[in-house]
């Protein structure tokens, strides 16, 4: 027997499916979902069809809906999903940016190798643990002003650097230099402002994590040379968080004031948390500049946590960071919305390009990659689940041409969190990790079941999804060797 999501889905290619807008009536686009067979099945028993169809309502959406193969249920749009509306006569909408603005990931690299590390990593684990406040509400160690945290949301990692944590190298290789322009916190509540006061510099909670890890495998060593990795066995560190309760609220905020104004502007949706507001009207500009504030707010927080996490290296270690090659590589926004300009059919077009769980991926010679990475494309940061692996992959030229420059995020989960916390325990977990040698510490036991390997897909096949597609091009794969989750 036929499986259902084959009487829908037409096949583009191997790696691309489309879902026709006489799937449901309202649509004004196709929806194209990247994925392999196998992944369909449970795509579609999540019913993350529909919401790749709903977001094709849009008004001012081009050309498709679009799903990478992370793929998951959301609020309002998939997570994995990708959405350009014209900012001539388009919309904005909160659901496709998510509630944690700007929830991204930081990479540094080291000169140190498995064998120096390995010895050392539970001690290491454990001064991360204590030196970056993690954990559900956790407050950081910065005390900062009502005056600080509107610099904050204007200046984003400039402000941390101009602080003394970091400096200006890392600034450099940060997406659009850790700051998006036109950032307004009059139009960020006093609510959120409350929020985001204490949590500045914290990890927080759920799948926010700190991993340590080992290069397992180089698939293009020019490549990664560029990015200052040049062995196996060469240590990493990666960073994942995002705004905290601050982008939450700001997230809140806007939800509700958006869902009021649908009817005003006439807009039709199938789903009341696609709210939204025309691009051009007062509200669409307010949410972009309150949600400038919170990417910003997510710029600062991971470069104070770059700057802790290079001060525990050095107290582990002992040497200098100049001894240790304490380098970022680069830093990913993965929930975002950006008025770009991109060729749709034979035009240039501005458009507002939506990545919620999904990555940015500029190909070589774009004027919006780095000048470190100009001649092999803009590194994309594609972390696993904790008991498996980790991609570093380019930007591409396809991806350009196809997805608006953007590629999958992450594994993508495959089971809620709740289910996941009845499927497994957290102390199972921790055993399960450090069988495989991998240390891990955790604010709570729950918190380690929410996120066991199980509950995600396979990282591997999402990325070899992306790379045999021609969106994101994989070249390095590192394994975590410890972990520290919020």
């Known amino acids: 027997m036929s499986a259902p999501w084959k009487q829908v889905l037409n096949r583009v290619n191997d790696y691309c499916w489309e879902i026709p807008t006489s799937y449901t009536e ?6 194209r979902i990247y994925a392999s067979e196998a992944m369909l099945e449970h795509i579609w028993q999540e019913k993350v069809f529909q919401q790749v169809a709903n977001v094709a309502f849009l ?28 900012v001539s006569d388009g919309v904005v909408s909160p659901g496709g940016v998510g509630f944690d603005i700007n929830c991204g990931v930081r990479l540094l690299r080291t000169n140190l190798t498995v064998e120096e590390v390995g010895p050392r990593i539970e001690k290491l684990i454990t001064e991360l643990y204590n030196n970056v406040p993690s954990g559900l509400g956790s407050k950081g160690k910065l005390r900062v002003s009502d005056k600080d945290l509107n610099e904050v949301m204007v200046k984003g990692s400039v402000w941390a650097a101009e602080h003394g944590y970091g400096d200006a190298a890392d600034v ?27 949590q500045l510099g914290t990890l927080g909670s759920g799948n926010h994590f700190l991993e340590v890890e080992r290069v397992s495998e180089i698939f293009d060593p020019d490549a990664a040379r ?46 009341r948390q696609l709210a939204c507001a025309p691009i051009q009207s007062p509200e669409g ?33 002992d040497k200098s960071r100049r001894e240790m090659g304490l380098e970022q590589v680069y830093d990913v926004a993965h929930n975002i919305a950006k008025i770009e300009k991109h060729i749709v059919g034979d035009n240039g077009l501005d458009v507002c390009v939506h990545r919620k769980g999904a990555t940015r991926a500029f190909p070589a010679g774009h ?28 930007g591409t030229e396809e991806a350009m041409q196809v997805t608006f420059g953007s590629t999958c995020h992450g594994a993508g989960r495959m089971q809620s969190r709740s289910a996941a916390k009845r499927n497994q325990r957290g102390a199972d977990v921790a055993r399960a990790l450090a069988d495989k040698g991998i240390t891990v510490k955790a604010g709570s036991m729950a918190g380690l079941a929410e996120e066991a390997s199980e509950a995600y897909k396979d990282v591997d096949e999402v990325v070899d999804i992306t790379h045999q597609a021609g969106i994101s091009r994989r070249i390095v794969r590192a394994v975590p060797m410890g972990v520290v989750k919020g």
């Not at 200052?228 to 982008?247: A, P, T």
């Open 285 to 317: 500009k307010s949410y972009l500049e309150a949600m400038a504030c919170a990417a910003n707010y997510a710029w600062t927080n991971r470069q104070c946590i770059l700057h802790w996490v290079r001060e525990s290296l050095v107290s582990v270690f």
């Open 226 to 271: 560029a990015m200052g990795i040049n062995e196996i066995g060469q240590v990493l560190v990666l960073i994942h968080c995002g705004s905290r309760g601050f982008g939450h609220q700001v997230c809140t905020d806007y939800v509700a004031l958006l869902g009021r104004v649908v009817q005003k502007y006439g807009i039709n949706i199938p789903d």
């Open 59 to 86: 008004p001012g959406i081009v050309p498709y809906s679009l799903a990478m193969p992370d793929v998951h249920w959301g609020y309002g749009f998939p997570i994995g999903g990708v959405a350009a509306t014209r």
């Open 172 to 198: 450099e290789v940060t997406e659009d230099a850790g700051c998006i322009r036109g950032a307004d916190p009059e139009k960020v509540s006093a609510k959120a402002k409350q929020r985001g006061i204490p």
């Open 367 to 394: 004027p919006d990659t780095p000048e470190a990475y100009r001649k092999v494309g803009q590194p994309v940061l594609i972390p696993g689940d904790m008991g498996r692996g980790s991609y570093i992959a380019l």
């Open 26 to 31: 309202g649509m004004r686009v196709p929806g």
